[in-house]
């Protein structure tokens, strides 16, 4: 069973070779508007195959907002044509955590309530998944631009404060489940 397994995993690791020369720099263009950080890299396992991990962090208040959060969100992705080169579907994981408050967001969208943000904040972590379209342009040898929506559900826990910086906690293990957007991206790649 252990000499299967062994073999197994190493024809594995052979398969992937073969196609995992090719990999991709990117950087998402809606939050570089937003000042926030991030980037990404994405590596072929196989001609239609791609893993994606990207990550962000915003730590930093602007103008009495705290919109503070680091977050990670590895993806799978199936191209439908080849890897980097028009439509793909994606199954993604993500996780972090956030400091959001005195954030001036007054409506609701799918049971979540984000006019709360404006009152109280929120110290906290967060997981989920979700699944994702995009297209990606091919501009030349090395340069894509890509665009990629996705959908999913977030599960979060946090503590929730009276204000942004000062206040006292009002409670704690605050859960809120989110089903809605997941990942929004316009992507500038590098192909190397």
């Known amino acids: 069973m252990k000499i299967r397994l062994l073999t197994a995993v190493l024809a594995l690791l052979c398969s992937t070779a073969v196609f995992g020369q090719k990999a991709a720099l990117k950087t998402n263009l809606l939050y570089d508007v937003g000042l926030t950080l991030n980037g990404g890299i994405e590596f072929r396992m196989a001609p239609k195959w791609t893993f994606d991990l990207s990550a962000n962090l915003n730590a930093w208040t602007i103008d009495d907002r705290r919109w503070k959060h680091w977050l990670v969100q590895p993806e799978a992705r199936y191209w439908l044509c080849q890897a980097w080169s028009g439509h793909f579907f994606g199954a993604h994981l993500l996780g972090g955590q956030y400091n959001w408050g005195h954030l001036n967001l007054p409506f609701k969208f799918l049971g979540t309530d984000f006019n709360k943000l404006k009152d109280y904040?929120?110290?906290?972590?967060?997981?989920?998944?979700?699944?994702?379209?995009?297209?990606?342009?091919?501009?030349?040898?090395?340069?894509?631009?890509?665009?990629?929506?996705?959908?999913?559900?977030?599960?979060?826990?946090?503590?929730?404060?009276?204000?942004?910086?000062?206040?006292?906690?009002?409670?704690?293990?605050?859960?809120?489940?989110?089903?809605?957007?997941?990942?929004?991206?316009?992507?500038?790649?590098?192909?190397?």
């Open 121 to 192: 904040r929120y110290q906290g972590w967060m997981g989920g998944a979700g699944i994702a379209y995009g297209y990606s342009w091919i501009l030349n040898r090395h340069w894509n631009i890509e665009a990629e929506i996705g959908l999913g559900w977030v599960y979060t826990r946090s503590d929730v404060f009276e204000c942004r910086d000062c206040g006292q906690k009002v409670q704690t293990g605050y859960v809120h489940n989110y089903v809605g957007p997941t990942k929004a991206a316009i992507n500038l790649i590098y192909e190397f």
